[in-house]
């Protein structure tokens, strides 16, 4: 029975590359949530996601960040043209359809380095 | 914009001893859930409260959700070296917000030394 999983576990991008961070979420969950935690920063919220929806972006960068998650395979967070101020750990958590308490399993995380 | 403030950031005690960490906010949440992160790793979830009393009992420790669902308290007795770690409160449904996202705590950080 898998958990929420991410790869990569670490990604190291240089300024200006593109940088993909996939997520599979638990089976049976079809709610995704995106969190950032900046060194020395607790977790914060970006984006919620349902197949093929974006429920809510309000904790997303207006630029160069962008989620997805498509009626077949992974979420993907996309980070274009990553600067130093990316680097952060990025996780992603799941939800099953009805979750009365908003119960949520993060994954291992992401740890995004720009160089 | 919703806030939780947690405390103490850092606590440092010696095996044996009982703690109380605190999770407080202005606004009224849905639900209120406690993590615990290790190094490197993804938070794990310790439980849920949802309603607003209730209290919640995991072994050695012991959560309970303020009446009015804008507070949260984890109390841990006896407290053990393997219970060294990152905790955090976590609130969905906050405010304006249905989305089921979380608003994060900054985190307790726990050290027991035996």
């Known amino acids: 029975n898998a958990g929420v999983m991410q790869n990569p576990r670490h990604l190291v991008r240089r300024r200006g590359q593109e940088a993909r961070l996939r997520c599979s979420p638990m089976?049976?969950?079809?709610?995704v949530y995106w969190y950032r935690q900046l060194p020395e920063e607790g977790l914060k919220f970006m984006v919620y996601?349902?197949?093929?929806?974006?429920?809510?972006e309000s904790g997303m960068p207006k630029e160069r960040f962008s989620a997805e998650f498509p009626k077949e395979g992974p979420s993907i967070l996309r980070i274009q043209q990553v600067v130093r101020g990316d680097s952060a750990a990025y996780f992603c958590?799941?939800?099953?359809?009805?979750?009365?308490?908003?119960?949520?399993?993060f994954g291992p995380g992401t740890r995004l380095t720009v160089t | 914009t919703q806030l939780l403030e947690q405390s103490p950031q850092f606590l440092s005690i010696q095996e044996g001893e009982n703690l109380t960490v605190y999770c407080n906010s202005s606004?009224?949440?849905?639900?209120l859930q406690w993590y615990r992160q290790e190094p490197g790793e993804g938070p794990v979830l310790l439980v849920t409260?949802?309603?607003?009393?209730e209290v919640k009992k995991l072994k050695r420790l012991t959560f309970q959700f303020g009446d009015a669902r804008k507070d949260s308290s984890l109390h841990i007795t006896a407290a053990q070296p393997g219970d060294t770690g990152l905790y955090l409160c976590?609130?969905?449904?906050?405010?304006?917000?249905?989305?089921?996202?979380?608003?994060f705590g900054q985190g307790t950080t726990l050290q027991v030394k035996p």
């Open positions: 958590a799941s939800s099953p359809p009805v979750s009365p308490g908003y119960e949520q399993y």
């Open positions: 089976k049976g969950h079809s709610h």
């Open positions: 996601l349902q197949k093929e929806n974006i429920i809510d």
């Open positions: 606004s009224v949440f849905s639900s």
């Open positions: 409260v949802v309603t607003g009393g």
């Open positions: 976590a609130g969905a449904g906050g405010g304006s917000s249905n989305t089921g996202k979380l608003i």
